[in-house]
Every structure is written in C-alpha cells, then in structure tokens.
C-alpha cells in the first residue's frame, strides 16, 4: 500500500493521502439497486397480481436474510441480493389493496423528492446549510395555514403526529405559564388536560411525556359517533375545579387552549366538498395536520401549525446553541428557523409535499380527497346489500367500520355468545388473507364492540373494483367459519 501512494503521510499508522471509498463501484452499486427498486417496488406499485405480503414467521425471516453483521464486508451481488430479499419479505404499502393503516400507495413526485433529499442528506435548521428546503418548508406552512383560515401563523414539520401534539400541548403550557421554561415543574400549580375518550393515545403519552401525569388527564365522553359532547366537557372542568383547587379561588390562573389533531381528517381542507366537515377548525390555536396520510406525502409528513405569530414556538422551545444560530451571520438569521424545534437535525419533510403539490395542484389533491371519499360511499352501499356484511354505523370520512358474521353465525340469536364468538372471525381472517398475500385489512375492538373490520380507502391505486374484490375475499376467506 505505501508503495501505491506516493508521499504518503501516516498519523497513527493510518495512510490520509487521498479517499478511501471507492466512488466508481459505489456509484456502480447504487446504479443496479435503483433498477432493482424500479422493476420490483415502483413499476410493481399498482399491480394487482402481486403480493400484498409475502408471509413469513420472525423465526424464519431471520434465517432468509441473514441479519448477522461481520468483521468483513459482504460482496455486491450479496449486498443486491440482499435488497430484492427486503423488498420481497417486505410489506407493499402501495399496493392497491393495502388498506390497513391511514397510509397507502405511492406518489411519484413525492418519491422522486425523498429520493432528492436522501441523496443530499440534508438537515433543515439554518439556512447556510439547508436554504432551499427552510424556504420551501416556509411557503407550504403558509399554505397550509391559509386552508385552516388563520389570517397568520406559524409552524414547523415533525416526525409524526404524535409528537406535534406533544409539541402543541408542551406550546399550551408555556403559554399559560411560560416560567416552567427555566423553573421546571416543581412550581407549577397541578395542570390538567382536557381532552375527547376518542383521542389518540399519543395525548396520553404526552401527559406523561411532559409530567402532567397520566392521572391528570381528563377525558370526555362522546355521542354514538365519537364527537365530544359539550356539556360533558363543562361536567369535567367544574370536577377539576374542585378536584384541583377545591373550587374557585381568587386570582385562579385558568387558560383555555383550544388543539385540534386533523393528523388523518386535515386532509379534507383542500376539498370545497368537504371542507365543511371540519367547519370552525380556524377558531383551534392549533392545528396537527399530516399530509403523509390522506394526500400520500410519503412517511413521514407532519405539521404543527399555530394561530400564533408573535414568534411562541420559538421562545418556548429556543435554546440559543451559539455554535448554530449565531446572530452576527452575513444573511438575515430569521431564515435560521431551527431553533423553534426541539430537534437539532430534521429531515426536510416539507419539500416532498411541495413537489407533490407543484405537480398536481390544488384540484388534484383536492381530486383525491374527493375521490377516496366517494369510494368509501361505494364501499358502504355494497356492505349494505350483502348478506352477512354489517356496518358499525354510517362513515363521514374514508373509514368504513364492518362486521363479517360468516354462514354459522348468521341464524344465532343475539347475545354474548354470539358476540363472544364474532370476536374471533376478523383474527381469523386477518390471519388467512396475510398468509395468501391477497390484501391487508386492519381489525380491532372498541368500548365494548367486539372485533370489527376497519377499512381505509387512500390511495389513488385503489379502484371499484378493489373495492369489490375485497367483499369477495372476506366472503371467501371466511366460507367455512
């Protein structure tokens, strides 16, 4: 080796003339793993034909793709080998008749941005570093705010839905009490959260994520379709009254902080058809809302957005890391938005949104709200016709909750046998339909209802006839239950 290099300088017996990664073969590897990833994964994308999922117990997939890391590299061959067993054993998400989370299919745009950003590797906190992504994060921020139909605001994109509710209830305590920023919780009064029995788990988490406490989270009841019911919520702030404070006190500090989590339903915003079902959404302080859902923005694309635009995110969260934000830069450092996140490196999440949206416009996100909209519709009125199928209750949005009650079932009388034993049918099937490949459909119980079908329509892939297919193969995965 020291007599391939001429003038070689060694610093600890290490030789620093020159690279030592070959850029030809690596540049020749991503080459044939990019042809790998067009012939097997995107121009797979929407063929029915295929595999939803190729089955196999952890057990076993441990063994198929040889998971052990060594002292020595692999080969190439070995390591592109490797990529067709990942994509293989991997679940296809943007198959069209993956239904089973509130994420499905494939946006090309979208794709080829993450494909730009992984290739820059980029991280968005100052401008001398990411200038191109801070601006375009701050042009989709002010869009989404104006569907919202704040005037102004702020926002920041996170890495998922939960943790902008952690963020967005962390901002709402600030706010009411911004001294916890230097004093802590030790002399803070006892805080409560107010929030829906339907919410998401995460505004749990975040109770004890921040230590507000678990105990100190008040949930309230809901009608028979899981919207809050006022006077329940002013039930629960006259309990906290006395539970906290033993009644009302002068010089009480109360707050009301109003967040909406539109993670899955913001969506419906770009719709004129729609919209109205999240009517009075611009009267929230602040707003979650995830494109990577509904529109297809590719995982992960979630934004906090706030009515606020006195700069809150930022004093709440700002730590002022002199060796980042320096203020005597030679460009203006309002650019240097980083410091308004309680991360240091973030992903440039908002620039795959963005050129999604340059491509399709507005009409064509909007077309796709509308779209799996109506397919839901469709979904409904055939559940309605066939025998054995029952619906939980009517939809508002994409999700369609269903019962299967297969042949044996269908003559018993009502009653915790009967319900004991539907329980056990959507396992079941679930089971089959992932071990076939056929499709995927998520199931669950929910306050005393037992196992059910919940149903997600997404993706632009999907058509009526998914929509069928996936009747039919209930029908035909249950036949002998």
């Not at 702020?154 to 920023?181: H, Q, T, W």
Request: net charge neutral; proline share 4%.
């Amino acid at each position: 080796m020291l007599q391939k290099k001429k003038n070689a300088v060694l610093v600890d017996g290490v030789i620093l003339n020159g690279p030592i990664m070959d850029s030809k073969a690596g540049e020749k590897f991503v080459e044939e793993a990019c042809k790998i990833i067009m012939e097997e994964v995107i121009q797979k994308a929407d063929d029915v034909t295929e595999k939803v999922c190729e089955w196999q117990a952890p057990e076993t997939l441990k063994q198929i793709l040889d998971l052990e890391m060594r002292d020595t590299g692999e080969s190439h061959q070995k390591l592109l080998q490797l990529c067709r067993d990942v994509i293989q054993y991997s679940v296809k998400t943007s198959h069209p008749r993956f239904f089973n989370q509130l994420y499905a299919g494939i946006d090309y745009y979208s794709l080829v941005a993450r494909f730009i950003t992984e290739a820059l590797n980029p991280s968005v906190y100052t401008y001398e570093v990411s200038p191109v992504f801070l601006l375009v994060e701050e042009a989709v921020i002010k869009k989404m705010i104006e569907f919202i139909g704040w005037e102004e605001g702020d926002g920041i994109f996170n890495p998922g839905g939960s943790v902008s509710n952690m963020y967005a209830m962390n901002l709402a305590r600030y706010k009411f009490c911004p001294e916890i920023k230097e004093k802590g919780l030790s002399g803070l009064p006892r805080l409560v959260l107010f929030t829906s029995e339907e919410c998401h788990y995460s505004m749990k988490k975040a109770a004890s994520f921040l230590g507000i406490g678990t105990e100190n989270v008040y949930f309230i009841k809901t009608d028979e379709r899981g919207k809050m019911i006022p006077e329940e919520l002013e039930k629960q702030v006259q309990r906290a009254r006395k539970e906290v404070r033993g009644g009302e006190h002068e010089g009480e500090r109360r707050r009301s902080v109003c967040r909406l989590c539109a993670s899955w339903g913001g969506s419906a915003l770009i719709s004129r058809k729609h919209c109205r079902l999240l009517h009075g959404i611009h009267r929230a302080d602040s707003v979650a809302w995830n494109p990577h859902k509904m529109l297809l923005a590719g995982i992960q694309c979630c934004a906090l957005l706030v009515k606020d635009n006195s700069g809150l995110l930022k004093k709440c969260y700002s730590a002022k890391a002199a060796y980042l934000f320096q203020q005597d830069k030679f460009y203006d450092v309002s650019y240097d938005t980083g410091d308004k996140s309680i991360q240091c490196s973030r992903r440039p999440d908002a620039f795959k949104f963005w050129l999604m949206w340059k491509a399709l416009g507005t009409t064509g996100l909007e077309e796709r709200v509308n779209r799996a909209l109506a397919l839901a519709r469709y979904l409904v009125e055939e559940i309605k016709k066939r025998e054995g199928f029952q619906l939980l209750l009517e939809p508002e949005y994409a999700n369609v909750c269903f019962w299967y009650i297969p042949p044996s079932l269908r003559r018993m009388e009502d009653g915790p046998e009967f319900w004991q034993k539907l329980h056990q049918v959507a396992p079941i099937i679930k089971e089959r339909m992932m071990k076939k490949g056929s499709m995927m459909l998520g199931y669950q119980p929910h306050q005393g209802k037992v196992n059910f079908f919940r149903q997600v329509v997404i993706s632009p892939h999907v058509s009526r006839e998914d929509m069928d297919f996936l009747l039919d193969e209930i029908e035909l995965l249950a036949k002998d239950l």
